[in-house]
């Protein structure tokens, strides 16, 4: 929609352009297609300005796929819904109460390893795009099967149908599937990586080139955050995933601070933006934990070292303090 050339001449005067043909609700067949064609567009669109993934339906079968692939286009959020047909269950892993959201640095972009394949006509690959935030990366896994046949069938003959797609098709990430993560790793960085599947909500450690599994049934997503670990001492591990109730978790984080290791107290501050769940890797539990200088409730999980904070009130930058 925004490739020819005079859009493209244009850019000087608007920061944004379509990055796909309209979103079309009625079509299902179009409802793959769309997503995998905003992230390819977006390879051209994202160098010069902020591609536009177009707007979605919150209350539609296919609202939980197009709501997490806008959560990782870096781009605007909006909804053309009915009024008073809001689903805002999904709005509200978007968008935070104060209408901001939790915008990556650069445009969704498909991985390297998705470049040369067919996510949506070949019937075994999923679609995996990435995103970096001011301190964490971002892969989300799509299965965009089974749509490419919409007008193609007569033309090729051999090209697979929608019911060669029906079955989950299995595929891997891993954190080197994020470009420039080096810029966010840092120092310190143990190469080890804490990687928060969204939907399944579990949290795993990683080294930098572990590939982990994933399978998806067609019109099926995954979203994994992925946190460099960072180490304080000699055995303290540490590494923050964000908001873990919105989509683009590792959104919420500004930036991350630790204490000089010849301090008596081992401590790390977090700047993150927003309220309700934040979540963060640690291998030990904290001895305390301050909010805006105020002693803060937090859940830890032994098993897998999930470290819950409840982030109450309105949205603006919150200073986490952890002392161990």
């Not at 977006?42 to 591609?51: F, H, K, N």
């Not at 470049?115 to 971002?138: A, C, E, Y």
């Not at 891997?172 to 990687?195: L, M, R, T």
Request: net charge negative; charged share 20%; with cysteine.
């Amino acid at each position: 929609m925004s490739h020819n050339s005079d859009s493209i001449y244009s850019s000087k005067k608007s920061a944004t352009a379509r990055a796909s043909e309209d979103f079309m609700p009625n079509e299902p067949t179009f409802q793959t297609l769309h997503v995998a064609t905003v992230a390819y567009n977006s390879l051209l669109l994202g160098e010069i300005l902020v591609p536009d993934w177009d707007m979605f339906h919150s209350n539609h079968n296919t609202t939980e796929f197009h709501g997490a692939a806008r959560a990782l286009g870096g781009c605007a959020v909006y909804v053309s819904d009915k009024p008073g047909k809001h689903d805002f269950n999904i709005l509200k892993k978007l968008v935070l109460p104060d209408g901001s959201i939790l915008r990556a640095r650069y445009a969704g972009r498909p991985t390297r390893d998705s470049l040369f394949v067919d996510p949506v006509m070949d019937g075994k690959s999923l679609l995996k795009i990435w995103i970096l935030n001011k301190r964490t990366g971002v892969i989300g896994v799509f299965n965009c099967q089974g749509a490419g046949s919409w007008r193609l069938k007569e033309a090729a003959p051999n090209v697979p149908n929608s019911t060669a797609a029906e079955n989950p098709i299995t595929g891997h990430v891993s954190p080197i599937d994020v470009e420039f993560f080096e810029e966010i790793a840092g120092q310190n960085w143990s190469e080890n990586c804490a990687v928060y599947a969204f939907n399944s909500g579990s949290l795993c450690k990683v080294r930098n080139r572990k590939r982990i599994e994933v399978s998806l049934g067609v019109l099926k997503c995954e979203i994994f955050t992925i946190s460099p670990i960072k180490v304080l001492g000699e055995n303290i591990e540490f590494a923050p995933i964000g908001l873990i109730e919105m989509y683009n978790s590792g959104g919420a984080i500004e930036d991350v601070m630790y204490s000089s290791d010849d301090l008596p107290d081992r401590s790390i501050n977090v700047k993150a933006r927003g309220c309700g769940q934040f979540g963060a890797y640690s291998s030990s539990k904290p001895s305390s934990c301050k909010v805006d200088m105020k002693e803060n409730d937090f859940t830890y999980n032994a098993e897998n070292g999930l470290l819950v904070i409840n982030l109450e009130g309105d949205c603006h930058v919150r200073d986490i303090k952890l002392v161990y």
